[in-house]
């Protein structure tokens, strides 16, 4: 089984509301810090949001911040991005990330993360 599942991708109109969902297992599970990227076509991955373990420390890229919440159920070793006011330049394929030396000073890195998700289609249009 793959270490990062996503799922909850889909195609909305703008406005609308998603929520990805991510479970992690084997290695990735219990990881310190997750995170979720995004890459559009043409473009370069970049950083969405992270969450602490317990999720008293979150983060968000500018562009998301206000708009998406990134949430984890340790339980389920599950990890969520609900995201409201969706644009269309939210479109990409979102990525789950977990594990590896990432830490809170690098957790916006790609490189920091050891697992990685298949990702999940997100298609806002207008």
């Known amino acids: 089984q793959a270490p990062l599942v996503e799922s909850g991708g889909g195609s909305v109109q703008a406005g609308d509301s998603l929520r990805l969902s991510c479970v992690a297992s084997?290695?990735?599970?219990?990881?310190?810090?997750m995170a979720w990227f995004r890459q559009a076509p043409g473009k370069e991955r970049e950083f969405v949001a992270s969450s602490t373990r317990s999720g008293s420390r979150t983060s968000y890229s500018d562009s998301v911040k206000g708009r998406f919440t990134i949430s984890r159920d340790n339980a389920k070793n599950t990890v969520y991005l609900q995201m409201d006011s969706l644009k269309p330049e939210d479109t990409a394929i979102y990525y789950c990330?977990?594990?590896?030396?990432?830490?809170?000073?690098?957790?916006?890195?790609?490189?920091?993360?050891?697992?990685w998700g298949q990702g999940t289609q997100v298609t806002v249009s207008s």
């Open positions: 990330a977990g594990g590896g030396p990432v830490s809170t000073t690098n957790y916006a890195l790609g490189y920091a993360y050891d697992y």
């Open positions: 084997g290695g990735a599970i219990g990881s310190a810090l």
